[in-house]
């Protein structure tokens, strides 16, 4: 995998880990994948903002020289130049920055940890119903929801799954798959981590005579 985007031998590999994990439990796992799980926008702008008023207070302290400058530059000089001058440039800083805040790891730097959690975990939580992991027979159905950016794993369980493990066991899980993220090997590890789930689910769920595959083995990557 490079960056974000799975090659079709990455897919290939996650469908198969699901399909053996699959193959030992009545349980179902479902994977999804996103940039980003929110577009953070508002705080990308308020960052730009705030280092475009920065820019502008410390350009006050060199007002005379620039003015000075100008005049040489214009025979019809005017104090409106000095204006447009501030006001422009002042403008083009909050774009750039504006622009620098939609990269990655200026992202994690200006978002609040706490926010970025949560819109993880709102964007795992409606995937999970909208998806129908939450609607298999038996209950025990389990998403596995990675967003790229903030760097963060969602594994969420359904009620069927909950009664019988406990949160705390699936968090080697997900710490398994973050380093991947942060590695830029997420294949490697998510297929592992399905394999762990795997197992973890025939503990509790063995497969039955009768059982049915109700999702999907392939990862859904998501564009919002």
Not at 56 to 65: I, K, L, T
Not at 80 to 98: D, P
Not at 140 to 158: K, P, Y
């Amino acid at each position: 995998m490079s960056g974000f985007k799975l090659s079709k031998e990455d897919m290939k590999q996650i469908s198969s880990a699901v399909n053996k994990a699959e193959s030992k439990t009545s349980g179902e796992i479902a994977t999804a994948m996103i940039k980003e799980s929110y577009n953070y926008a508002i705080y990308e702008l308020i960052f730009a903002v705030i280092i475009g008023f920065i820019y502008f207070v410390a350009m006050m302290f060199f007002a005379g020289s620039i003015d000075q400058w100008l005049q040489g530059k214009f025979w019809d000089y005017s104090v409106h130049y000095l204006i447009m001058f501030y006001g422009f440039s002042t403008f083009i800083v909050i774009a750039l920055f504006y622009f620098f805040g939609n990269i990655s790891s200026i992202d994690r730097l200006i978002v609040p940890k706490r926010i970025r959690l949560q819109k993880v975990q709102e964007r795992a939580t409606r995937y999970f119903m909208e998806s129908g992991v939450f609607n298999t027979k038996d209950r025990t159905g389990i998403l596995i929801f990675i967003s790229i950016m903030e760097r963060r794993v969602e594994l969420l369980a359904d009620s069927g799954i909950n009664a019988m493990i406990s949160k705390d066991k699936w968090q080697d899980i997900v710490n398994n798959i973050i380093k991947g993220i942060k590695e830029n090997d997420i294949t490697t590890h998510l297929t592992r981590s399905i394999d762990e789930c795997g197992n973890l689910l025939a503990e509790h769920f063995p497969i039955q005579a009768d059982d049915k595959n109700e999702l999907t083995d392939d990862i859904d990557v998501l564009e919002k």
